[in-house]
């Protein structure tokens, strides 16, 4: 596939982005996110995968392009870049700031699909602040169990942070819903 394609993918992709390094770059890994897909199921038609992958980097590398400018730094003597303390915290980088929203998101998410007792659990003792004891007693259960329903509700988010951190691999990746004990 890859010697049939990568000329036609190359040249569609550097006249979409105007460079061939950014093009090579953007080809290269089209063919790899291909590849990873085809290793989860078979691919019937891999020159339409390749062209929608490849379309889709085009449209991720503009809007990169766009966020960077935005935020790019006046490098003039007396401008921004000068002293960066005039700068403000990471925090507030809009990547940091949508890694964030991304990240709280993806929590609230698995709060939602968690059952209803170490959810419960979770929000009495993270977000209401309660000991563990505390909880057991709102909840009328020991504190063992909501030691086990804690543990269900963290390895939950826990395993859906790491794959929004693409740190799991990729055959992990396809089981984005953990299943939970009842």
Do not use: W
């Amino acid at each position: 596939m890859f010697e049939h394609y990568y000329r036609e993918l190359l040249s569609f992709l550097a006249r979409k982005v105007g460079d061939r390094e950014i093009a090579a770059d953007l080809t290269q890994e089209s063919f790899a996110r291909v590849y990873a897909a085809s290793g989860k199921s078979p691919v019937t038609e891999p020159r339409a995968l390749l062209y929608a992958i490849a379309r889709n980097l085009v449209t991720d590398h503009y809007r990169r392009a766009s966020v960077r400018a935005e935020v790019e730094i006046d490098r003039t003597p007396g401008g921004l870049g000068e002293s960066d303390a005039s700068m403000g915290p990471e925090s507030m980088e809009p990547e940091a700031r949508f890694s964030g929203r991304q990240r709280l998101a993806a929590i609230e998410q698995v709060l939602a699909e968690l059952p209803p007792r170490p959810r419960q659990a979770f929000v009495f003792y993270k977000l209401d602040g309660m000991s563990r004891t505390e909880v057991a007693e709102k909840m009328v259960i020991s504190v063992k169990t909501v030691e086990t329903h804690l543990e269900v509700a963290m390895q939950a988010c826990l395993a859906r942070l790491q794959v929004l951190d693409c740190k799991l691999p990729a055959s992990k990746q396809s089981d984005r819903s953990p299943r939970f004990p009842q």
